[in-house]
């Protein structure tokens, strides 16, 4: 209830959005997950095919970040937004309907191409329609987010009993509402004449030394919260020998995110001060999650009580992050110039995409070492590593003051009362 009524005090763009995440991440993790298993034992593709059609998904994705976060500061978020969620609709169905390699290639690449789009721009849209409160913002989306990442790979376990045609046509569907709703019901803002070229754009951005210097020490937060995918449900199948311990991961993440997320964020911002303490604690929590799940690392045998430290080092996890996004979010912006923020969005998020594939392979080889006689805490002990040296960055930024002062917290709700209204 408590959530609900938060949502109701934001204005109805940002209530929108964050029905918006929830059903985006329904339908990506609807078909995704379920993806390579598809192309391997229905269609028979070899292990190099597959890694090429779910290696173009992800670099067209991060490879493409800015881009979209300078269509959403030159042509308006609500235009873009509404792009992605078209192309990500058109690529799953090329998911459902094609079976050669050149359809699927090319449904890899739209369906990236819509995350470079839609990502940003979303962010975007929410930082400047929240006003002062975008910290508590980003919070809601965080909630929004989970829940929908726990709805997708359960609706789409049961739609895979139909076959993946019937999964990945229900996703693009999903995907097909989300771009009509938008259409009808996102309202159009003000897009201020750009200055400049692009290019400049990007060169500003860059070439800002304190966001560039925030954005590599936050490679820890994305780091961390990819294996979540990766290696902690990994030592939930490791402990308990049962494939059906991996949706516990997602269900502490959920309750966690229902119950905590938005008390904590609120909390936090009325101690007032600047960010970065919450940031660095955050990933040094993050940090720590994996401690537990690496003490019952290689255990010989399985047990379900042997799940209980992997479940604690998740909720660890998912406590440190719940602290440090939604403050990172919200500190983005505050870096750059107004007309800059889908531009520095994109640049943020092209450096943690990267960050989350090169954590991906750094802890998969030190995954694969265990497999093969080497240390079973090797993993846990990487990605600890990886959270607290990041929370030391994030420290000293702070305390050299180089990160932007955090909004005055409002005494009521913000409502901007002007009228919405789009210029292309």
């Not at 990933?283 to 290689?298: C, H, I, K, Q």
Request: glycine share 14%; net charge positive.
């Amino acid at each position: 209830m408590r959530t609900l009524a938060a949502v109701r005090g934001f204005p109805p763009a940002v209530r929108l959005l964050l029905v918006n995440q929830f059903g985006v991440n329904t339908g990506f993790y609807l078909l995704v997950p379920y993806l390579a298993g598809h192309l391997t034992d229905d269609l028979g593709m070899s292990a190099a095919a597959v890694g090429l059609v779910l290696g173009l998904r992800n670099l067209s994705q991060q490879g493409l970040f800015l881009i979209g976060g300078s269509a959403a500061d030159r042509l308006g978020a609500r235009g873009v937004i509404i792009t992605g969620c078209g192309l990500r609709t058109l690529g799953f169905s090329l998911f459902a309907l094609g079976d050669a390699l050149p359809v699927l290639i090319a449904a890899s690449l739209l369906s990236g191409l819509a995350g470079a789009l839609f990502n940003p721009a979303v962010r975007t849209y929410v930082a400047q329609e929240a006003g002062d409160r975008k910290a508590e913002a980003f919070a809601l989306f965080n909630v929004f987010a989970t829940a929908g990442a726990l709805t997708g790979p359960l609706l789409g376990g049961l739609l895979l009993l139909g076959g993946f045609r019937a999964a990945a046509l229900t996703a693009a569907a999903v995907f097909a509402l989300l771009t009509v709703a938008q259409a009808a019901v996102l309202p159009a803002r003000a897009v201020p004449r750009p200055a400049g070229s692009v290019l400049g754009d990007w060169r500003e951005v860059a070439g800002n030394r304190r966001f560039v210097a925030f954005a590599l020490a936050m490679v820890g937060m994305y780091g961390m919260e990819s294996q979540l995918y990766l290696l902690l449900p990994h030592a939930a199948r490791q402990a308990t020998g049962r494939s059906g311990a991996v949706g516990l991961v997602f269900v502490v993440g959920t309750l966690a995110g229902l119950t905590v997320q938005l008390r904590l964020t609120r909390g936090l911002a009325a101690r007032g001060g600047r960010r970065g303490r919450w940031i660095g604690a955050g990933l040094a929590l993050g940090g720590l999650g994996f401690v537990p799940p690496m003490a019952v690392a290689g255990a010989a045998g399985t047990d379900v009580a042997r799940l209980l430290p992997v479940l604690a080092g998740v909720l660890l996890l998912y406590l440190g992050l719940m602290t440090a996004q939604p403050f990172v979010m919200e500190l983005v912006p505050a870096f750059g110039r107004a007309e800059l923020t889908g531009t520095l969005y994109g640049l943020f998020h092209a450096v943690s995409g990267v960050a989350a594939a090169v954590t991906g392979a750094a802890v998969g080889w030190a995954m694969d070492s265990a497999t093969s006689g080497g240390p079973a805490w090797l993993p846990y002990a990487c990605c600890t590593a990886l959270g607290l040296t990041s929370a030391a960055a994030v420290t000293l930024l702070h305390r050299r003051r180089s990160l932007p002062d955090p909004p005055a917290v409002p005494a009521a709700p913000h409502r901007d009362p002007r009228p919405l209204s789009e210029t292309r």
